[in-house]
């Protein structure tokens, strides 16, 4: 008899009959599904999970919907609430560890509370926090223990955290927490208390990363350490280019500062704006990460401190007026916002 039914990594479904398809193993004996097995050893990852349709959810649920500080332009985009009118909600911004140390986390919660009731989202409380984090971890189970709802599910764009959460709330140690978008595909459970605990598969986003390069390229352009800002002076006409994916040129008249906030790991260099066609051009011998097709967005920047988001690589602060165009993948997430961090 099979001593486990889905996989303790995914959550999928075992079997043995279909070998591209979720959940396939040798023997159904085993605790890892071979995708899973593959990625825990070897660090390889040849699939992805796309989720099409909300997941079922309790009405007298607790649902704590979690977002990573890097996804903060979509925070409340996703209205569970909607869908599930009658729960009770609670907002958790994870990674917060991402952030530079100097961050001033009292001007983030004022800004991100200002947003929720601007966009009406109900909620119970928004929380700053990192998975991580001992400390948070213990006041976290605290604070959900005085909730009377017996179902707490976690829910949250992919990678956003939630599978890291779970093993730290749970003691659970079997799921896989990786830099690897859509993992859980099937919702992973473990007993909290007297309460279950239940890890939903992401909510898929499309223009991420993951959709463009493969895990073992993405994985080293996400953030996972504390994150040291790079500041650069562009001069009109003089642009940065992050790996060959992204180029960001002072397309206006007056100098722009620009402060990078990404993985240690991307490479960036100057350049100035007639030169990123032809570096793109000649992308294979120029660049260690690029893709096969680009777009260019020129955006207009309003008066004060902005965000533009870089799918799920980071973000740039910089301050208008000012007017710069962005090179990028074709297809990929890129949005301009107010930024809410300091």
């Known amino acids: 008899m099979s001593t486990a039914t889905k996989c303790k990594g995914c959550g999928a479904v075992l079997q043995r009959q279909k070998p591209d398809m979720p959940g396939y193993v040798l023997s159904l004996e085993h605790l890892y599904c071979q995708a899973c097995y593959r990625l825990l050893h070897y660090g390889e990852a040849n699939s992805h999970f796309h989720p099409e349709d909300m997941p079922s959810l309790a009405k007298d649920a607790l649902i704590v919907m979690i977002s990573s500080v890097l996804h903060l332009d979509l925070l409340f985009s996703h209205p569970v609430y909607r869908y599930q009118p009658k729960a009770t909600y609670v907002y958790v911004i994870n990674q917060i560890d991402l952030l530079p140390a100097s961050t001033n986390l009292d001007l983030l919660l004022k800004n991100i509370t200002r947003k929720a009731g601007l966009h009406h989202v109900p909620y119970q409380d928004i929380i700053l926090m990192s998975a991580n984090n001992r400390h948070d971890i213990d006041a976290f189970k605290d604070y959900l223990k005085r909730f009377k709802q017996q179902d707490i599910y976690l829910l949250g764009v992919q990678n956003s955290g939630k599978t890291t959460l779970f093993k730290a709330l749970s003691n659970q140690t079997e799921a896989l927490a990786f830099k690897k978008a859509g993992l859980t595909q099937q919702a992973l459970t473990a007993p909290f208390g007297s309460k279950t605990l239940y890890d939903m598969p992401g909510l898929y986003q499309e223009g991420y990363i993951h959709t463009m390069l493969p895990y073992a390229t993405y994985k080293d352009l ?37 402060v990078l906030y990404v993985s240690r790991l991307v ?36 008066a004060g401190k902005q965000q533009i988001t870089l799918a799920d690589m980071g973000m740039v602060h910089l301050t208008g007026p000012a007017h710069v165009t962005v090179t990028y993948p074709k297809g990929m997430h890129l949005s301009l916002t107010e930024a809410l961090f300091q």
């Open 267 to 302: 490479d960036i260099h100057r350049t100035n704006q007639a030169r990123i066609v032809p570096l793109l051009d000649d992308r294979k011998r120029q660049f260690r990460v690029h893709v096969d097709a680009y777009a260019e967005r020129p955006i207009r920047l309003p």
């Open 222 to 258: 996400i953030p996972d350490r504390e994150i040291k800002p790079r500041v650069y002076q562009l001069q009109p006409g003089h642009a940065v280019f992050l790996e060959g994916l992204i180029a960001l040129a002072n397309t206006g008249k007056d100098m722009v500062s620009v």
